[in-house]
């Protein structure tokens, strides 16, 4: 998969990736490697996430709503904290999502890989603006 995005191509990122299922956090592992990023993780787990934020640079996450039993809010705080630019996958409804993270986009699956690398570019864009 030979596909560089145009966030990618001005400034590859570190990118956290927060998905407990091992297929999708592979599927998009491999897709935001092949457009020039670096993936901070996949982390299957929001304990494993909160981990990767403390221990080293982040640039930008995309994580996913429901994380087992669990939703992932907790990390959504802490980027926050972080002031690191996030957002969210999910198949859940909008309403879902906490009111507090209005500001945060929303990519709903099933998506395409092109989708994604999409909804990651502007998230990377919120940075830089």
Do not use: C, Y
């Amino acid at each position: 998969m030979q596909v560089q995005s145009a966030a990618a191509a001005a400034q590859p990122a570190r990118i956290l990736v927060l998905e407990d299922d091992v297929f999708n956090a592979m599927l998009m592992e491999e897709a935001l490697q092949a457009a020039g990023h670096e993936v901070v993780g996949p982390a299957l787990t929001i304990p494993r996430a909160m981990k990767l934020l403390e221990d080293g640079a982040v640039d930008a996450a995309v994580i996913d709503l429901q994380i087992n039993d669990d939703v992932s809010f907790d990390v959504g705080r802490r980027l926050d904290e972080l002031q690191i630019p996030w957002a969210i996958t999910t198949g859940h409804a909008p309403n879902a999502i906490a009111p507090r993270f209005s500001h945060v986009r929303v990519l709903p699956k099933p998506f395409t890989v092109a989708s994604l690398l999409k909804f990651v570019d502007a998230t990377l864009q919120s940075r830089l603006g």
